[in-house]
């Protein structure tokens, strides 16, 4: 069982930097692949951000070359940095977990970009 808490999110203006933070519980975090998800209202959730277990990485489109994803093995987590933030980056950002025959979700943290 691993258990997801994200921390970091706000209020932020435009063109500006938040840093999200994931912390898992459990053993085994090394072995599992690693993803930011966003989900804005009215819209279904997608992906914004894959790190695997060797540290390979998958951006969506939108945030490439914006939002670095990275994963710390040693202190069970895994980060966002997302900067140049835009109104359209708005939403729930939910961390997520997943291996073969195992998915945890975080309970979410908002990120509003608003002047």
């Known amino acids: 069982q691993v258990q997801l808490v994200e921390s970091g999110g706000g209020l932020v203006q435009p063109g500006g930097s938040l840093r999200l933070s994931c912390a898992a519980s459990g053993r085994s975090f090394s072995i599992y692949y690693m993803g930011w998800y966003r989900q804005a209202p009215g819209k279904q959730r997608e992906l914004v951000a894959l790190?695997?277990?060797?540290?390979?990485?998958n951006y969506a489109d939108s945030v490439k070359d914006r939002f670095p994803i990275s994963r710390d093995n040693a202190k069970n987590a895994v980060y966002l940095q997302m900067n140049s933030l835009k109104p359209e980056d708005t939403a729930v950002y939910y961390c997520r977990a997943f291996r073969a025959g195992s998915d945890y979700w975080g309970q979410g943290t908002q990120v509003t970009v608003s002047s």
């Open positions: 790190i695997t277990p060797s540290g390979s990485t």
